[in-house]
């Protein structure tokens, strides 16, 4: 069964420097691999996904993540934070067949300072 | 355009009281999800129906059931509430039969307390 671990439960950054959430799974069939946003006191946006081609996947407000198989990770990035970045994130995995669901992390709340 | 409805938003109960959370989606789609949510834990999936007619367990099923009423349609009940089902429960939809390449789209929650 597949599962992810995300490493981290908070971070804290400063407004403008970089932003990397670390996410790790666990798989036994290439997994298709998700980024959820979370605001408060609101449902989940999907920031990117990856399912098939290039390991670098651009989302949505500068985000980016890249799936590395040798590594199982697939971590989120964004050059230069923002106050509006500051959210819980959750990453999450697939199997991809048919009638199968996704599974969640924990989540990691991020903090932007000024 | 509405998207993932879920009702009630707020919701305490006393323990052993029945209750059903509503949801539906107005985006024909084939799957819907109920999650819920715990400080520290994530989402968790309860139940999941992959199409009209098919529902299957989650990871954390147990006092739960749920029922595809339709396409549009999927409800979750709470037979006798506990305490540890004090949460944040959030419905779920994805156009395809597994979240392939499909996003799920989330309604805005409801949040449980069982007393």
């Known amino acids: 069964a597949q599962s992810v671990t995300q490493l981290g439960s908070h971070v804290s950054v400063s407004e403008g420097a970089l932003v990397l959430l670390r996410c790790n799974y666990s798989?036994?069939?290439?997994?298709?691999l998700f980024w959820y946003v979370q605001y408060p006191n609101q449902g989940l946006q999907l920031l990117l996904k990856y399912t098939t081609g290039a390991t670098l996947v651009k989302g949505i407000n500068g985000f980016e993540a890249e799936f590395k198989k040798s590594e199982t990770s697939f971590h989120l990035t964004k050059p230069s934070a923002h106050m509006s970045d500051a959210a819980e994130y959750f990453c999450a995995v697939s199997e991809g067949q048919a009638g199968t669901a996704l599974i969640f992390g924990k989540g990691t709340t991020l903090s932007v300072s000024s | 355009n509405a998207g993932v409805t879920q009702t009630p938003k707020f919701q305490v109960l006393k323990t052993g009281q029945s209750m059903t959370l509503q949801c539906a989606q107005d985006?024909?789609?084939?799957?819907m999800y109920w999650y819920r949510q715990d400080p520290g834990m994530g989402l968790r999936l309860i139940y999941y129906s992959a199409s009209e007619g098919t529902t299957d367990k989650g990871e954390v099923p147990n006092g739960y059931n749920v029922s595809r009423l339709n396409k549009r349609e999927f409800s979750l009940r709470l037979e006798s509430a506990a305490p540890s089902q004090t949460s944040v429960y959030f419905c779920?939809?994805?156009?395809?039969?597994?979240?392939?390449?499909?996003?799920?789209?989330f309604g805005s929650g409801t949040q449980l307390s069982v007393l």
């Open positions: 779920a939809s994805s156009g395809s039969r597994a979240p392939t390449n499909e996003k799920l789209f």
């Open positions: 798989s036994s069939v290439p997994p298709y």
């Open positions: 985006m024909n789609h084939n799957s």
